[in-house]
């Protein structure tokens, strides 16, 4: 099958939803004064309850972030209060290349980081409905411009009782996605979080703690635009404590997670680096100032396979063929291993978990949860991967040396619903260059005959 983005010199920009998340509440005190009731939805008795701890951890990995907020909350008064409470979703809309103005309206259904939204009061797990934000109100005021709008819950509090609450969910990045043929720029994948609304309840946040985890991303690549000076760096995460809190607009967050970067396919002598028109398959990256080649070159073998699903198949970039253990059980503690054709310093290396043909497929067979990662048999290290069916970046650091040998081997696994089969649909490395690339223009040729040209190469 013919790509067409790929056969013809045609400009591509692709929008992605920017997914923010926030305190329960609404615009309140804190410095966000309300100038009436909230039009999205009618916050209750949020007054009568005060946030006496909040601990909100952050896990990032390539795509995008596992929010895990827990608070201890209690009621004020002497009386039984119903609170009712909305999470905000904001979608940026307002991105406009000339394509016909550009989306304005928020999208009445609900966005897809919610389907993933849980909240739960003690061991109770509470309803949450979506509500679309007030569309004049966002007009008027641009406190709420690209709020689409809230996951609105209840709870009720006895006098002056005391409630844990837990909001969990998984948050795609916000990111901009523009190019030409087989060269894209990408921008900076950002996670927001407004703390401020926060001040719509009682008083103060009487404690806290936020936590940033890079877990599947170089911490390096991590930086926290704002707010300014809270957070403090421990190990490879980012930590900020709080006592007695009335958030206001600078304390929400903001952190670019991964950088902006730059991708350009090309086909290249595996060898000598140079462009040839029947070469393998490669991707430069430019990524925060740093090169490197993304490939397949390289030759596979596994600890066992079945015979239509090769250890080989993992280096075709095809989402419907894939590697699978031949084994009983569900393949833990199989492995692949990979030789690259020219060794060198990696990166990343990027695995495709599970069947990816299709979410059934995925959702049927096993997928990789923890893997360990052996690099020339002398640098270990563990790495968890997402049960999403999306390529899962897996960050190489503190090695340098050039890399002969790649094992992965998996020590957990995602149940399949049908079958016990393990599979890994793709596996790509990312090796580090030693100095800027000359990339000319791109070559309009057919994607898919340059990966099977880059398979035929590598083996």
């Not at 680096?273 to 070159?297: F, I, L, N």
Request: proline letters at 5%.
């Amino acid at each position: 099958m013919v790509d067409v983005k790929s056969t013809l010199p045609i400009l591509v920009a692709v929008f992605l939803p920017c997914l923010l998340w926030a305190d329960a509440g609404g615009y309140f005190r804190g410095g966000v004064e309300s100038s009436g009731a909230l039009g999205g939805f009618e916050p209750n008795q949020l007054q009568a309850v005060q946030i006496l701890d909040e601990n909100l951890t952050v896990d990032f990995d390539e795509n995008g972030a596992e929010v895990d907020v827990r608070y201890v909350m209690r009621n004020e008064t002497d009386r039984r209060v119903k609170v009712r409470f909305g999470f905000p979703i904001e979608e940026s809309f307002d991105n406009d290349l000339g394509f016909g103005g550009g989306l304005k309206k928020p999208n009445p259904e609900i966005p897809r980081s919610a389907s993933g939204y849980r909240v739960t009061a003690g061991r109770k797990a509470l309803k949450a409905n979506f509500t679309a934000e007030n569309a004049a109100r966002a007009a008027d005021d641009h406190r709420f411009q690209g709020i689409a709008g809230w996951m609105v819950s209840e709870v009720v509090f006895e006098p002056r009782e005391e409630i844990p609450l837990a909001v969990r969910f998984y948050q795609p990045f916000c990111e901009e996605k523009s190019g030409i043929s087989n060269d894209s720029d990408i921008s900076a994948k950002i996670f927001r979080y407004r703390l401020s609304t926060g001040g719509a309840w009682a008083g103060a946040i009487a404690r806290g703690r936020i936590e940033l985890r890079p877990k599947g991303v170089d911490p390096s690549d991590v930086k926290v635009l704002k707010p300014s000076n809270r957070f403090n760096r421990e190990g490879s995460n980012w930590v900020w404590t709080f006592e007695g809190l009335e958030p206001a607009l600078a304390d929400d967050l903001d952190v670019q997670v991964v950088p902006a970067q730059g991708e350009f396919g090309r086909r290249v002598d595996e060898h000598t680096g140079r462009y040839d028109d029947h070469g393998v398959w490669v991707k430069w990256k430019e990524r925060g100032g740093r090169w490197t080649m993304e490939h397949s070159s390289y030759r596979a073998s596994a600890s066992s396979e079945k015979s239509s699903y090769s250890a080989g198949e993992i280096g075709d970039d095809d989402a419907r063929t894939a590697w699978s253990e031949d084994v009983s059980g569900a393949g833990v503690g199989e492995w692949l291993e990979l030789r690259p054709e020219v060794p060198k310093p990696l990166a990343a290396i990027t695995i495709r978990p599970g069947f990816a043909a299709s979410e059934k497929l995925f959702a049927a067979n096993a997928r990789p949860k923890t893997v360990s990662v052996e690099l020339n048999g002398e640098h270990k290290f563990t790495a968890s991967i997402p049960d999403r069916n999306e390529d899962c970046r897996i960050p190489v650091s503190g090695y340098g040396k050039p890399v002969k040998t790649v094992r992965l081997v998996f020590e957990d696994v995602w149940r399949g619903k049908k079958y016990d089969d393990l599979c890994v649909a793709d596996v790509k490395l990312e090796a580090v260059v030693d100095k800027k690339p000359k990339i000319g223009d791109p070559v309009y040729t057919d994607d898919a005959a340059g990966r099977s040209a880059a398979r035929g190469e590598a083996r």
